[in-house]
């Protein structure tokens, strides 16, 4: 088939060859610059001579053509081997991370790096390794490496602030948080870690300024008004940050703004109760706590007032702010609690008898409450009374003196357990006394 298309194709060739030299039999003067002329060349022959230069010249040119684009794509597929295998190397490593084998990846990535020593997979992962591994400063060394390879990495920004921050490098830490915040300005991570550390510097202020985002940047409802709970609390921070830097009256318009947001913040009016009795305001401290705790019923807010009516020589006020409590929540026993202790310090032994008997008509029975009876009975001269009630007492520590702490979590047990039960921890229960 091949043979006959070569054999018609040589046939058509001679036919148009013989054709030319019938169709131009004259001949010609072909004349060149700084040569003699050629002279009486057939016109056949220049046109085929010319016909055969021609069809050279494009098909050393297609030649050329060819063989560079062979050279280019032996190359790439060169290169691409190369990475190839460098990139299977660096999945097997992250294997390696994933099964807990650290050394092994870390030779691994070293390897990678010995051959692509900017592979930024490879430096990133090594950095994490070490991070794993506590080594602050090895962590350091690599996330940065990574990060001279790609800059503006908000991710290895974030890690580099975090190996900063535990490696107690604060400054270095606040300094690459906040230049992660002004590239990425919705960053949620950043402006958390930010506020930490601003914190732990002792700035309550730019703490407070990096919560605010927080807050506008959480979406999800829940954490959203856990946020804004912390940020009440650096406003209170700040609050006593004004105070101490003697701007009392600044101080106590941040703490009322918490107040205005939400009334049941405690440590905000315990902070303002503090100024108002630094600057001599005891009445206005008194009233703060009252408020406080028509506001939230909580009894370090009666405690504190106890405090401030004892400083003001008022025990009458702390004793009427108790029995409201004792009046609004009868279930609750802690403002009867509280007011026996104080009808005891303000030697009213009988009136503090009647507390006590009141917390055990109401099924409270522990040693602190036997033991304030005893003494109760010991100063009125009820000497029998009071051994019976010092008896209970030691019973009941007795009792308390068997128990198991569990050195994991802390629990407390009555049994000894060989797992505990709160956090599955084998042979932690040690008796403690
Ligand atoms: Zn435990």
Sequence with gaps: ?????FVILLVIVVIFCVSLVFLNPGVTTIVLPFVDPFRDIPQAAVILYSMLVGTAAAMAAIFIK????TVVTWGNERKAKKHGQLEERYAHGLDLVAGGRLEEATACFEEILKKEPQHPGATTALGDVHYSCKKWDKAIEY????RSITPANIRLMLKLGRDYAEADRRTDAIEILSQLTQIDGDNLTGFVELGKLYLKQGKPEQAYNAQCKVVNLTKDPNRKEKEQQILLGLKCELAGEQSAQGDDQNAIRTLKDVLHKDKRFVPAYIKLAEIYQKGGALDEAISTVERGYRSTPCMVL?????ELALAEEQPQEAISAY???IGRAPDDLAPALALALLYFKLEM???AEKECRYLLSHGKDFPLLHQLLAEIYFRSGRFEESCGRY????QKQRERLFRYVCNNCGAEKASWEARCTSCGQWNSLVWQI
């Design 1 to 5: 088939m091949k043979f006959t298309l």
């Design 66 to 69: 060819e063989i560079q684009r």
């Design 143 to 146: 996330h940065s490496q990574a």
């Design 302 to 306: 009666l405690q504190r007032l106890e």
């Design 323 to 325: 029995r409201q409590a």
């Design 349 to 351: 032994l009988d009136e």
């Design 391 to 394: 008896k209970h007492v030691l």
